[in-house]
């Protein structure tokens, strides 16, 4: 094919492949185990895939409705009000989304203008800041404070000001495992009060915060609910990260300008497996007892690796461990990540590709939502480094 004879002004002239089809694409040409891109190597469950079949057979393969089904908006609109206690409207405050990254740069896109500044928290998952720039918006970053990744508030209410039309939070945190407290929230809350600042609030990894922890969704707090897009996702929650469905939830007003991007963007979501999660959600162990699986799989990789050279702090939710390779060696993160791939046939994702100017800390994250022999043999070759 030639190429287009005309000059391509590119919206994202710095933004290259992401790290997690890079790194995975380097696991299969050197066959390692990969532990770098986020979903799991384990089946979803049977019951669930039945129900899509069933779906489908009935003949539910037409365009689903623009905001999504809503027996399971309904369901959502439960849900959401039984754990955090506020109350959605399902019909004009919930839309199911092709997963959590749609959702995030529908947001974005529905309410950032050009020059509009947006403050996101680094290491930052790495949707957020292209979004941001392809909406013509000026993306504000402030560093998570190591080793246990907090924002300080008052680096925030600095930075604050009357262009500040968006804050992005991550709560599970992706990459670093930490979380956010009631504190965080209410801090959060004090700085944006009379503005009219929005929060997008990425919630994807909800249901999966370890040791007795509450998740501290912005739903629970009526002052940021008012003003927040929450996203969350089913395949990070039911293990079926392929299937690419998620969901927003904010006040009608807000909804109304998702809305308007969603339609033109993928108009509606696959209507079987839609069907399918209204019935599967009715059984609330299937999200509930997440936490208590994924801890299990947290607790035994860390317990196989303690005697390993890497120095960690158990993760407070999602499904990533942070290794700091400090003690073992000195080359840069990206370095010793592509190390790792080639010569000992282990993959993971190097913290510093998670700053807009790389900041080397030592630190790789590994998943562990994976099979129990997987991370058996994955442990064995930290051990020996």
Same mark, same amino acid.
Request: charged share 25%; net charge neutral.
């Given at each position: ?12 002239? &710095? ?37 899509? @079949? ?8 037409? /365009? ?19 754990? /955090? ?19 995030? /740069? ?18 930052? !998952? ?11 918006? &000026? ?9 246990? /990744? ?85 395949? $990070? ?6 299937? &690419? ?14 809305? $308007? ?32 699986? !994924? ?33 073992? @060696? ?5 370095? !010793? ?49």
């Amino acid at each position: 094919m030639p190429l287009f004879p005309g000059t391509v002004h590119s919206k994202l002239p &710095k933004i290259g492949t992401t790290i997690f089809s890079t790194m995975s694409k380097m696991a299969a040409e050197y066959n390692a185990i990969n532990l770098s891109q986020g979903f799991p190597d384990f089946s979803c469950s049977e019951e669930l895939i039945k129900l899509v @079949n069933e779906a489908m057979l009935k003949g539910n393969n037409q /365009y689903a409705p623009m905001p999504g089904l809503f027996a399971l908006r309904e369901l959502l609109a439960v849900k959401t009000e039984t754990l /955090y206690g506020t109350k959605y409207d399902p019909d004009t405050e919930i839309t199911i989304t092709a997963g959590g990254t749609q959702a995030i /740069y529908t947001a974005i896109a529905a309410t950032i203008r050009e020059d509009d500044e947006v403050i996101i928290f680094e290491p930052a !998952y790495d949707c957020y800041q292209p979004a941001i720039e392809v909406a013509g918006g &000026k993306t504000v970053y402030l560093q998570l404070k190591a080793p246990d /990744y907090s924002i300080n508030w008052e680096e925030v209410q600095k930075m604050f000001n009357h262009r500040t039309r968006m804050i992005i939070i991550n709560t599970p945190h992706n990459p670093t495992g930490s979380i956010l407290s009631e504190q965080d929230m209410r801090q959060l809350e004090k700085i944006v009060k009379n503005s009219d600042t929005v929060i997008v609030s990425d919630e994807v990894y909800e249901h999966i915060i370890f040791d007795g922890t509450v998740h501290q969704s912005v739903a629970r707090f009526p002052h940021l609910a008012e003003r927040s897009f929450i996203i969350s996702s089913f395949g $990070k929650t039911f293990h079926t990260t392929g299937w &690419k469905v998620g969901y927003c939830v904010a006040p009608k007003n807000l909804m109304a300008e998702f809305r $308007k991007v969603h339609q033109f963007l993928v108009f509606s979501v696959n209507t079987p497996i839609q069907f399918a999660l209204a019935e599967y959600l009715k059984q609330k162990d299937n999200y509930l007892g997440l936490a208590r699986f !994924y801890e299990t799989k947290r607790d035994f990789f860390i317990d196989l690796i303690k005697k390993s050279g890497f120095q960690f702090k158990p993760a407070a939710g999602t499904y990533f461990q942070l290794l700091d390779y400090s003690k073992l @060696n000195t080359d840069k993160d990206t370095d !010793y990540a592509i190390r790792l791939i080639k010569e000992s046939g282990i993959a993971s994702i190097p913290i510093s590709v998670f700053y807009h100017k790389p900041v080397d800390n030592k630190m790789l994250r590994f998943c562990f939502a994976k099979k129990e022999e997987t991370l058996e043999k994955a442990a064995g070759i930290l051990c020996k480094l």
